[in-house]
């Protein structure tokens, strides 16, 4: 997973720049032992006994009153792109999302990310900001789209109690 997640993190920043924020091992087992206190969906993909990729969802935001929203993070491992890897770890997130009472799941692509943006429309997210200029790589200013699904009822009900 951290080989995946520092790929990743790497991938968008040139060699050069400083502090990429690439986890250490325990980061990573600091950030999973935090995802089950709390109870969020998290998920890992395995092919032939290899982590081929994961998924998770955090807070969207830490105040009450955003209890219901997530917002979710997939890693597919390089060699494994485009062979389903993504697909089955975004449907599973969602469903897992949805079964622990979160309404609305929101997410954040880079713009020039043409694959990413396609399955999160494939799987009903829909485009409701554009974030322009938000980070800086490869000596030029990107921009960050901000997609959301509703999950479960959505907003057509008044909220239970989240199911963790």
């Known amino acids: 997973m951290l080989a995946i997640y520092r790929r990743h993190v790497r991938r968008g920043v040139e060699d050069s720049a ?8 325990d980061d990573l087992k600091q950030r999973r032992k935090n995802l089950r206190n709390h109870r969020l969906p998290h998920l890992v993909a395995t092919f032939r006994g290899e982590v081929v990729g994961y998924a998770y969802v ?23 792109l485009g062979r389903g890897v993504g697909r089955l770890l975004m449907q599973a997130l969602i469903d897992a999302s949805a079964a622990a009472g979160y309404r609305q799941m929101i997410g954040y692509i880079d713009a020039d990310n043409t694959a990413s943006l396609g399955i999160h429309e494939r799987f009903g997210f829909v485009r409701v900001g554009l974030l322009p200029g ?5 000596g030029r200013w990107s921009d960050t789209v901000m997609v959301q699904r509703s999950l479960g009822p ?11």
């Open 134 to 138: 938000v980070a800086y790589r490869y």
């Open 18 to 25: 400083a502090g990429t924020g690439a986890p250490e091992p």
């Open 58 to 80: 955090v807070q969207f935001r830490k105040r009450p009153a955003y209890r219901f929203a997530v917002k979710h993070s997939i890693y597919v491992h390089h060699e494994h």
């Open 154 to 164: 959505g907003t057509s009900e008044a909220p239970a109690t989240l199911g963790r």
